[in-house]
């Protein structure tokens, strides 16, 4: 007998959004034509987001079950991988039953890029794009995409900003990558401006106006463009909005239209999202989204932890053993994206840690409940014996030191290290002299130690800023 998921009701209040009505219609509200399936979608995540866990996973499972029978027959590289696993030789009877299969790691995705292009989708995809990864694990790869994904992407998109209290029918700021060629750099190192915010701005809700900024100008140049926008959102990634923050605190300065602020791209620690708060006087909410599987996790309307988008992701959080982590726990990230049926990723290794929710949450959501993502693990030193050790005491320990806005931690040679510090107001020279102490007393052996002053440091191509940067692993 067929088991069907449960459809589950919650009193609603006046709709977040207000819609673009078609010529000719003011009542009832409908979307234009060309916007119907993305409203569609995104009302029935309004519903499933609802759902107790084990109907989630009831629905997870279908899906799954569908994906691995098109990897089966349409994708080369999991035709041999789920024959040799044994998984077409019987039924997946549960998510257990998925979760034997092995992993894909960033290096396996790239070693079999061809093969992992599906030779054909269902009726009614496409592939209509492709991204690349920003690269800050050491291995940048291209993700297709298609129609259908960018059909959950909007759908998706509405619900973080739903969940997120941000309004868009306001004024945003957003201080992020841009540029894709140096002419583009340069016009929008100055900023940029639309009328609304995006493709849904335009056709589906109504939007206020949008601003953006490319991430590698000058932070002190960001917050003069900032003053005179007057935006009610920013957005833009952790580190930089770190970096504006101090910038806040030393001028005692404010952005008194703002509301709320949008953290992307980057981990956000528990001390960072206290100092951006402090120094803005607005709430941050922290987005987690990927190139391979779109939007991952969104921040609890109630403030507790981010709630994961079952309906777009299987996700796992493992520990050591490859076992599931208890709630409470940390452990590193594995995924596999529902909608991807062009690049499928079945059980992908993120890089990521995640630490889980204690329990179920009070907002009533069934939804899987994350704490917090902790980002990439901390890399791993170089030791002068040929040992490894771990980054996140240097880390620590500088960033208590204090006294500058932003740095970056080299290791040129196993006994030469440059620290970059981007100096706030109350930086000298003995800041330096406890950075130095710092290192030698983490490694327990001479090394040469050269603090550097920079007056910001320079994004790399995928804009994101690595505070660890073990050169050595390069070589």
């Known amino acids: 007998m067929s088991q069907s998921l449960t459809h589950t009701k919650r009193d609603t209040a006046s709709p977040f959004f207000q819609l673009r009505l078609p010529v000719g219609t003011v009542w009832p509200a409908v979307p234009i034509p060309e916007m119907s399936q993305v409203w ?32 089966a027959e349409h994708v080369p590289y999991y035709c041999r991988v789920l024959s040799e696993a044994g998984v077409l030789s019987r039924p997946l009877e549960s998510l257990s039953d998925f979760r034997q299969l092995p992993f894909l790691t960033r290096e396996l995705y790239q070693r079999h890029a061809a093969e992992l292009h599906a030779t054909q989708l269902p009726a009614g995809m496409k592939e209509v794009s492709s991204d690349y ?22 759908a998706f998109y509405l619900r973080d900003l739903e969940w997120s209290g941000i309004d868009p029918r306001g004024r945003l700021a957003a201080i992020r990558l841009l540029a894709k060629s140096p002419e583009q750099l340069q016009r929008l190192l100055l900023g940029s401006s639309s009328k609304v915010w995006g493709q849904l701005g335009q056709y589906l809700i109504e939007n206020g106006p949008a601003f953006g900024m490319d991430i590698r100008q000058d932070p002190r140049l960001q917050l003069e463009w900032i003053e005179r926008i007057q935006p009610n959102y920013l957005l833009s990634m952790p580190s930089n909005l770190d970096f504006l923050a101090g910038l806040l605190r030393e001028s005692g300065r404010r952005i008194p239209e703002l509301k709320a602020i949008q953290a992307i791209g980057e981990s956000l620690p528990l001390d960072v999202r ?9 709430p941050v909410k922290n987005l987690y989204s990927t190139t391979e599987a779109g939007y991952m996790a969104s921040p609890c309307p109630l403030g507790d932890g981010l709630h994961v ?3 777009n992701v299987l996700t796992e959080v493992l520990d050591a053993n490859d076992r599931p982590c208890q709630p409470g726990q940390t452990g590193r990230l594995v995924i596999t994206s529902l909608t991807n049926f062009v690049n499928p990723f079945l059980r992908y290794e993120m890089l990521d840690e995640v630490t889980l929710g204690l329990g179920s949450c009070p907002c009533g959501r069934g939804l899987p409940l994350w704490q917090h993502v902790e980002g990439r693990r901390h890399p791993l030193f170089f030791l002068p014996d040929g ?15 204090g006294g500058c806005h932003q740095f970056q931690i080299l290791q040129r040679e196993v006994d030469h290290f440059i620290v970059r510090i981007v100096p706030d107001k109350t930086w000298t020279p003995d800041h330096a002299e406890q950075i130095r102490s710092v290192i030698h007393r983490e490694f327990e052996s001479p090394v040469r130690v050269d603090v550097e002053t920079h007056n910001f440091l320079e994004r790399p191509a995928g804009g994101k800023l690595k ?4 050169e050595l692993e390069k070589r």
């Open 274 to 282: 206290q100092r951006i708060e402090t120094a803005f006087g607005v």
């Open 40 to 71: 569609a979608a995104y009302q029935e995540l309004d519903r499933t987001q609802w759902l107790s866990p084990e109907e989630l996973e009831l629905g997870q499972l279908q899906q799954v079950r569908l994906l691995v029978q098109h990897c």
């Open 309 to 311: 988008h079952a309906e």
């Open 387 to 401: 040992r490894r050790h771990s980054s996140m005491g240097v880390n620590i320990g500088v960033r208590k030191i």
């Open 467 to 470: 505070l660890v940067v073990v």
């Open 133 to 154: 990864t920003s690269g800050t694990s050491g291995v940048p790869i291209m993700v297709r995409k298609t129609n259908r994904d960018g059909l959950w992407w909007n």
